[in-house]
């Protein structure tokens, strides 16, 4: 026995449409009025608008943070691979060493072993260099992040070069801008919190820690590039034997 479908007005087999037809009689749909859907209007106006502020104040961060920390295990990894190599290395030269004073040319000998721990460690050094690297790059995007107007620049595909630095050390965090909210609230009420002078050692406290930051980050990019040019010396003697 076949069952023949038969499609009605209201879009759907017969078999249902009794059912739509049935509610529908049970609850009838009354037409809106204009006085109503003026209303509807003005309540939705009102939540949009009353939602735009906080979503304006809430921007997103600058950096992914998922990526940031991604980038932080991968800076750790290297770190561990290039301190894992150089162990690898001196264990091996004192097998080495060890060994050879069972052969004949003993010096000579030792020598390659030598060389061969130092071809490792630089490979060592390499792969530490690039864990630097990403880890000054991980240590930056957080601080961007914790600024309260990071630079517009900084959403950009490709920021100029120095943007970053340059709104490291010139921005305020959010901690910061908090922070001295707080402050002028107390100057502006009655009972002031802190007097002028403990503002005043606050204001010069944080500026103190933000030049030492500063400093520090200053002597680790000297240091770096100390490090990186005498690599560079090295590699050029190195390459420079017959």
Same mark, same amino acid.
């Given at each position: 026995?076949?069952?023949? $479908? ?7 087999? !017969? ?6 037809? &049935?509610?529908?009689? !049970?609850? @009838? ?30 921007? @997103? ?12 295990? +991968? ?9 894992? =190599? &150089?162990? +690898? ?16 040319? $003993?010096?000579?000998? %030792? ?7 130092? +071809? ?6 390499? =792969? ?5 690297? %990403? ?19 900084? &959403?950009?595909?490709? @920021? ?13 965090? =959010?901690?910061? $801008?908090?922070?001295?909210?707080? %402050?002028?609230?107390? +100057? ?10 403990? %503002? ?41 034997? @017959?």
């Amino acid at each position: 026995m076949q069952l023949e $479908v038969n499609f009605t007005r209201c879009g759907l087999p !017969a078999l249902q449409c009794g059912r739509m037809n &049935r509610f529908l009689a !049970a609850h @009838p749909v009354q037409k809106a009025t204009p006085a109503a859907r003026w209303l509807a209007a003005c309540a939705c106006l009102g939540l949009w608008l009353g939602a735009a502020p906080a979503s304006a104040q809430q921007q @997103p961060p600058v950096f992914d943070p998922a990526v940031i920390e991604a980038r932080d295990q +991968e800076a750790k990894a290297l770190k561990e691979e290039g301190k894992a =190599i &150089r162990s +690898e290395a001196d264990t091996q030269l004192e097998i080495d060493t060890w060994n050879c004073y069972s052969r004949i040319l $003993v010096n000579w000998c %030792i020598d390659r072993a030598k060389e061969r721990r130092y +071809e490792k460690r630089e490979k060592a050094r390499e =792969i530490e260099a690039r864990g630097a690297v %990403i880890e000054r790059e991980v240590r930056e995007q957080r601080l961007i992040n914790q600024l309260a107007n990071p630079p517009a620049e900084l &959403r950009q595909p490709n @920021p100029p070069s120095g943007a970053i630095k340059k709104a490291i050390d010139e921005g305020k965090t =959010i901690k910061q $801008v908090e922070q001295e909210r707080k %402050i002028r609230d107390a +100057e502006q009420s009655a009972t002031p919190l802190k007097s002028d002078a403990e %503002i005043q050692a606050a204001s010069a406290e944080r500026d103190r820690k933000a030049a030492e930051k500063r400093a520090k980050r200053e002597a680790a990019d000297q240091q770096r590039a100390a490090e990186k040019a005498a690599y560079e010396a090295q590699q050029a003697i190195k390459n420079q034997k @017959p």
